[in-house]
């Protein structure tokens, strides 16, 4: 099912988390070839989080990954929570086990965030490996995967976050509060300037936001703000996520709603 809205943004509606990541890896396997083809490398950042792991077990498996050629393909990171890239609750780790310790990927071409650092030094540091990497000129990924809290949040910009306000920096520091794990994020500017943004959300839990960003264009919320500058933004989500989307009646008044994902 696909839906579209009257801006750049395209809606894809699936069955489930494992059809999303099917799509999803066929996506990132094109625009890889793509890329690689037209100038020599495919520059991607990614998420953690349940959801895009499924993703990263598809494109660890065959036939998937030998359709890629991974010696051209860099990784980064939208965000990343301060702590060892050894922790469970490290972004970098769900990346490594499910997907880089599965293919032959240099160690050049993965550029985490140093998340053992303080906030503040990991994201300067970051942002130095990002403007070395793309030679001092505005960065801009081939691809961004995000996904989206049951609050709104996307990376870890989080509603109400200074972050959000930032127009000069790559990267800035987010510190959580008391008892909560600090972290480091892309800042939107970063983020619009994508080629291409891959939005995944799945499950009902997720019902209510979906529809206030989406249905409602509620602007309050950091995954409304995403609206790539010159590139494309796609949602994938799954019928359970859609389904007040769907039921409230702003799908057929905004959207135009096909049978088909293709």
Request: proline share 4%; glycine share 6%.
């Amino acid at each position: 099912m696909r839906l579209k809205t009257n801006t750049s943004a395209k809606i894809l509606i699936f069955p489930d988390l494992e059809a999303i990541s099917r799509h999803a890896a066929s996506i990132f396997i094109n625009l890889s070839q793509n890329c690689i083809a037209s100038h020599g490398r495919f520059t991607v950042a990614i998420s953690g989080g349940s959801t895009p792991r499924k993703l990263y077990t598809i494109l660890g498996s065959e036939p998937y990954r030998s359709l890629i050629d991974w010696g051209n393909v860099y990784f980064f990171w939208t965000d990343e929570r301060c702590v060892s890239k050894n922790s469970e609750e490290s972004n970098f780790k769900t990346a490594f086990d499910a997907l880089f310790s599965k293919i032959l990927l240099p160690a050049q071409n993965t550029h985490r965030i140093k998340g053992e650092e303080s906030p503040e030094k990991a994201a300067g540091e970051y942002e130095k490996d990002m403007c070395e990497f793309f030679g001092n000129s505005k960065v801009i990924f081939d691809l961004i995967l995000l996904g989206m809290g049951e609050d709104g949040h996307t990376a870890s910009l989080f509603p109400s976050s200074k972050a959000l306000e930032e127009t000069k920096r790559l990267a800035v520091p987010v510190y959580m509060g008391k008892n909560k794990i600090n972290r480091v994020t892309l800042t939107l500017p970063v983020l619009n300037n994508a080629a291409q943004i891959l939005f995944l959300a799945a499950g009902r839990l997720k019902a209510d936001i979906i529809l206030k960003v989406l249905g409602n264009r509620d602007k309050s919320y950091p995954a409304g703000l995403i609206n790539p500058v010159h590139g494309s933004l796609h949602w994938l989500i799954d019928k359970e996520a859609a389904e007040k989307l769907i039921s409230s009646g702003k799908a057929s008044n905004n959207l135009t709603i096909s049978e088909s994902a293709d």
